[in-house]
């Protein structure tokens, strides 16, 4: 099965690089899916979820305020500003991500009902994860 290699880079760092079967992307107009092959594009993203569905099926979540994606054949790469990933080994790590991930996007929230889908998104990748 064909996968696409996926980075998604902060200025601290990677948050995620590796082989994806599928992303999910918050872009400007709505969100978007991306699988291998996909057309070649470049945008901008607005904040939201990240969904990645790595090879094994399970969806890992990561909260990104803005940012570009770039994509290009199997390589798609995010470029965010900030970004905090929704994972842990346990409910308090779990916690601590969402708390991360709800301040993440608090400051930079310009309108309350986008802030309000974002995080009952961010509460629903963490429910995944239990």
Do not use: C
């Not at 709505?30 to 399970?58: C, M, R, S, W, Y």
């Not at 969806?59 to 305020?65: A, L, P, Q, R, T």
């Not at 570009?68 to 346990?90: C, F, H, K, P, T």
Request: no cysteine.
């Amino acid at each position: 099965m064909e996968t696409l290699q996926l980075e998604v880079l902060t200025p601290s760092g990677p948050i995620y690089n590796g082989p994806a079967k599928s992303v999910t992307l918050p872009g400007e107009e709505g969100e978007f899916g991306v699988l291998p092959e996909h057309v070649a594009l470049t945008t901008l993203l607005q904040a939201g979820v990240v969904d990645i569905q790595k090879e094994n099926g399970v969806i890992e979540s990561i909260v990104v305020n803005w940012g570009v994606v770039q994509i290009s054949g199997n390589n798609v790469v995010v470029l965010v500003d900030g970004a905090v990933a929704i994972r842990g080994e346990n409910e308090g790590d779990i916690a601590r991500s969402i708390a991360e991930a709800q301040s993440l996007i608090k400051s930079i929230a310009d309108s309350n009902a986008m802030l309000a889908t974002v995080s009952a998104r961010i509460e629903s990748a963490a429910h995944n994860l239990l």
